[in-house]
């Protein structure tokens, strides 16, 4: 493990050996005041105490395709989440429900942004807002993304799609579009009540599944 200190807000905390690349810069953002930072000096078999500092934003050439391809930095065990949206009062509203039950949440405002952050990281929860960037669902390259995915990927994570004209819970529409959760956008005060409980058989699902099909490969060796 490597000690960061952020030269803006001064937290510290700390990244895995096998998250920094060898031989050229990591680029991160602070998990508490979202500055970028960056990791720059000798090979990482010869760093033993890396300079970290937080750069003006003057210094990066490309901010968003730089901020996009942040690695996040997390404590193991806390959950994260990343939210699609560009109508901000309405991302602001689903932040603070998702923070009330604990999540580390990334807000992408734009899709160049969230396919960065969803090549470099994992998620225990996406919402993703039908439209995103696009003024259509078709248009959605986000979605389209992760509807690509391969299985034993897409199961990893819980995937909820913002919609203007579609029924919450709709299970059907949810299965036949490859999501897990269709909400409303008037439903947002459910927001809290929906993710806990559903979540929460998600999990429980998947692990029974994983289970019964760890057990079956292990007759299948036999």
Known sequence: MVKIQCQGCRIEFN??????????PLKILCPKCKSPLEIQG???????????????????????MDFANAIDVVDEGVKTALLCDTDVKRAERIVQSL????????????????MGKLRHNHYDLIVLDENFNSGKESGNIVLHY?????????????LCLLSGDKTSLDAKLAFR?????????????KVKVLFARLMKEHRNFYALYNSELAKKDGRAWR
């Open 15 to 24: 990244i895995s050996d096998d998250k920094i690349p060898e031989d050229k």
């Open 42 to 64: 000798k090979t990482v078999s010869e760093r033993t105490e890396p300079e970290t500092i937080c750069l003006p934003d003057k210094n990066w050439t490309d901010p968003l």
């Open 99 to 114: 923070q009330e039950l604990d999540f580390w949440v990334i807000h992408a405002h734009r899709p160049a942004f969230a």
């Open 146 to 158: 992760i509807q690509l995915l391969p299985m034993h990927l897409r199961r990893q994570f819980y």
């Open 177 to 189: 579009i490859g999501v897990n959760l269709i909400l409303h956008v008037n439903d947002l005060d």
